[in-house]
């Protein structure tokens, strides 16, 4: 079995774009090209493209062939889509790893996001239904769910005492973090006064502890080891562990609202592959499309003792010199959150962190971790990378 | 469908936010004919007396195909609320209230509250089930169409005596 490294990133920008799909993967692509001039399209044996929305939005399926055509990649050991919504991008990371592990790909190109802005803006409001259970929990009008998240957050501030505070602590958190990605959807800081006193979308989740709609797309390159050393020369960012895992799907199953059962199987089994601990973990990329999803994950990720995650964050425990700073580029919050494209920034901005070069640095970080959330908060995605394999 | 004209007047299913309920399109057809006689059901396996929600066509633990319709609950006690103000999708109307339900300890739903207001419902209230009829959808049958009438359901207040 073979080691793999992360060796360039790249993303578009991200926002409400003056772009079709097909333009913004052209640009996540020349973006990571131009991160690491040792490889080009040439190099690149192995295509996986990551979107949710292709289909439904754009109307295309068959996109990993369009993908490598505009980039002018050739694959020839795979080329194709994959799909779980939120957590796509990190699928076709952890599908790369599997097939440069094992020898089937060399050098692959994971690629991924979305286009969901359209010329009728109302089609994303009805087209999101399709992102949980269609017939039994689109029916009754959950789309991209706010209510349940909101559910989650009242059941946790029942259980644990988190504070509407603690929930605005990390927009202000990731928000300020944003400023650290200039390829971002959203620039600009915001105060704690206005995170608490911001527009009611489903109580208690105001405008600010909701992630936005966005376009946008980004792209990385994996590497066998062999080949990587001579591929980059920054210092070799490994995949070490992996974990996804599913409890349920539709929302009369989901096991347990305030603690996410998969995501702590998910997580077992990335810390036991890595051989590492949640101690270890220097710097991490979680998914907070809602702030109550970031309080959780520091809790079910092992960061913090269950239901301390309100305190966790209110600590400073968090942020830049703290414990373990989380969502140093801003996370879905402040970036946006093109789904197919989320996994794979995070896993630039943990490359960049582990290599030294991030815009903000954690100092030191050696092992990194990412994690995502999808669909009915049904399935848990986590990756590790590290220094060492 | 605004400005293509090749679409106007007809049912897309791409754009449905309902089931099919129709036998033609699916297999658990049943479970909205029980609907329509005010009963919530699901599948039972009986060969290991596993019972899965939604009704299933295989028993998700023991994979057979022995299964039974049996009746759930149709009323329920209400555990947590949420009330939408912002962004609801499209079809759907703001307040949009939504609850998580105890159906008798047989099962824990979250579902769209109806007849209700802003602040009415408390956890610990009553519910119980509503259907009512949504859109018909066409069905092509050789060249003709006949109309499949559809319903949903949401759960509402008992109402208080």
Not at chain 1, 227 to 237: E, F, G, M, N, V
Not at chain 1, 359 to 365: F, R
Not at chain 2, 122 to 141: S, T
């Amino acid at each position: 079995m073979r080691n793999v490294c992360i060796i360039a990133g790249g993303m578009s920008q991200w926002g409400v774009r003056d772009a079709a799909l097909r333009d913004m993967f052209q640009e996540a692509g020349k973006v990571c090209f131009d991160d690491n001039k040792a490889v080009t399209n040439k190099d690149i044996d192995g295509l996986i493209v990551a979107s949710a929305y292709t289909e439904r939005c754009s109307f295309q399926t068959h996109l990993a062939p369009q993908v490598a055509e505009n980039l002018g990649i050739k694959p020839r050991s795979i080329c194709v889509r994959v799909e779980l919504l939120c957590a796509s991008g990190s699928s076709g990371i952890i599908l790369g790893y599997g097939l440069i592990r094992s020898g089937v790909a060399d050098v692959v190109m994971v690629a991924g996001g979305e286009k969901l802005y359209l010329p009728q803006k109302w089609e994303i409001f009805y087209s999101e239904m399709a992102s949980v259970d269609h017939d039994w929990d689109g029916a009754q009008g959950l789309g991209l769910p706010p209510p349940a998240f909101a559910m989650v957050a009242k059941q946790h501030m029942k259980q644990y005492g988190t504070k509407k505070e603690h929930l605005a602590l990390v927009s202000v958190k990731n928000r300020r973090n944003g400023m650290n990605n200039p390829k971002g959807q959203f620039r600009e800081p915001i105060t704690l006064e206005t995170a608490m006193t911001a527009k009611p979308i489903v109580p208690p989740l105001t405008l600010y502890d909701c992630c936005p709609i966005t376009d946008g797309c980004s792209a990385v390159i994996l590497a066998c080891e062999e080949k990587a050393k001579y591929l980059t020369d920054k210092p070799l960012i490994y995949i070490k562990g992996t974990g996804q895992a599913t409890l349920s799907s539709m929302s009369a199953n989901m096991p347990n609202w305030t603690t996410w059962e998969a995501l702590k199987i998910a997580g077992k089994k990335a810390y036991s592959d890595a051989g590492v601990g949640p101690q270890d973990i220097d710097v991490a990329q979680t998914h907070d499309c809602f702030t109550i999803s970031e309080i959780i994950e520091y809790e079910d990720l092992g960061f913090c003792e269950k239901g301390e995650g309100g305190p966790f964050i209110e600590a400073g425990k968090t942020d830049f010199g703290g414990q373990i700073p989380v969502n140093t580029d801003g996370g879905l919050l402040s970036c946006g959150h093109p789904f197919g494209g989320t996994g794979i920034r995070q896993g630039i901005e943990i490359m960049k962190q582990l290599q030294g070069r991030a815009v903000k640095q954690v100092e030191g970080a050696e092992i990194g971790l990412t994690h995502n959330l999808s669909g009915f908060i049904a399935a848990h995605t986590i990756l590790i990378y590290g220094r060492q394999p | 469908m605004a400005g293509i004209k090749i679409l106007e007047g007809k049912y897309i299913a791409t754009m449905d936010i309902y089931p099919q309920q129709a036998k033609e399109f699916n297999r658990i057809y049943p479970f909205y004919e029980f609907l329509k006689q005010g009963r919530f059901t699901t599948t039972q396996c009986k060969d290991c007396n596993h019972q899965a929600f939604p009704p299933r066509v295989v028993c998700p633990n023991c994979l057979s195909e022995n299964l039974e319709w049996v009746d759930l609950p149709i009323k329920g006690t209400v555990k947590v609320v949420t009330e939408e103000e912002v962004g609801v999708p499209l079809g759907f109307e703001t307040p949009l209230i939504h609850a998580l339900i105890d159906l008798r300890g047989k099962l824990t739903l979250f579902t769209r509250i109806v007849n209700c207001k802003v602040g009415q419902l408390k956890e610990g209230d009553e519910v119980e089930l509503r259907v009512f009829p949504v859109d018909p959808v066409p069905i092509q049958i050789g060249k003709d169409f006949i109309l499949n009438e559809r319903v949903f359901y949401a759960f509402e207040p008992v109402k208080k005596q």
